[in-house]
Every structure is written in structure tokens, then in C-alpha cells.
Nanobody, 118 residues
Framework: QVELAESGGGLVQAGGSLRLSCTFYGNAFNHYVMGWYRQAPGKQRELVAQITPGGGTNYADFVEDRFTLSRDHAGMAAYLQMNNLKPEDTAVYYC????????????WGQGTQVTVSS
């Protein structure tokens, strides 16, 4: 059983920055791909970024080099540094953990709201 706890969302002006945190409560953190997804009302959930246990990263095209995803193995946490935020980044951001051993095993956080004003 795994629980994910997100924090760091909030209200910022366009061009501002936020740092989202996802803390992994459970076992075998290094056996999970960690990811951040986002969902706006009436829209589908979409991948923002993901990072493998080895540190390899993948970002959605809309990130455009503005975001950086990292993980802390000792602290069992994943961090998404978001810079130069745009109003279209407004969404609920969800942390995700997916097992590399059995990929059907996945966990979701409760979500944290990011709102970017014009």
C-alpha cells in the first residue's frame, strides 16, 4: 500500500514560479516511476512530467523547458519546479507513482490546485 501526499500549489501571477512536492509513503520508492499529471475542469488528465528510478525524465511538449522534475531517494519525494507559469497552466496537479515491476500498479495523490492569474 502506498500513499502520496502533494503540496506546493497556490495562486501566482503569470511569469511566477511554484514548487510542487510529492512525498511517497510506502515501500520500494526506487521501484516506481514518479510523475505529475494535471487536469482542468471538463478536460482529460494529461501528463506533465515523469521521472524513472534512474533519473531519466520525460516532459510534455507544453512544458517548453519551463519545468524541472527531480526525485530524492533518501527523502522518498518527487519535486516539480515550475517557472514562467502561464494562465493555461491552471489545473489540479496530481502526483502519480507507477510500479516498474508490475506496471498496472499505480497510485495517485489527492491533487493540489495551481492557479495562474493574468
Amino acid at each position: 500500500q502506498v500513499e502520496l501526499a502533494e503540496s506546493g500549489g497556490g495562486l501566482v501571477q503569470a511569469g511566477g514560479s511554484l514548487r510542487l512536492s510529492c512525498t511517497f509513503y510506502g515501500n520500494a520508492f526506487n521501484h516506481y516511476v514518479m510523475g505529475w499529471y494535471r487536469q482542468a475542469p471538463g478536460k482529460q488528465r494529461e501528463l506533465v512530467a515523469q521521472i524513472t528510478p534512474g533519473g531519466g525524465t520525460n516532459y510534455a511538449d507544453f512544458v517548453e523547458d519551463r519545468f524541472t522534475l527531480s526525485r530524492d531517494h533518501a527523502g522518498m519525494a518527487a519535486y516539480l519546479q515550475m517557472n514562467n507559469l502561464k494562465p493555461e497552466d491552471t489545473a489540479v496537479y496530481y502526483c502519480n507513482a507507477r510500479s516498474i515491476i508490475q506496471t498496472t500498479i499505480t497510485y495517485w495523490g489527492q491533487g493540489t490546485q495551481v492557479t495562474v492569474s493574468s
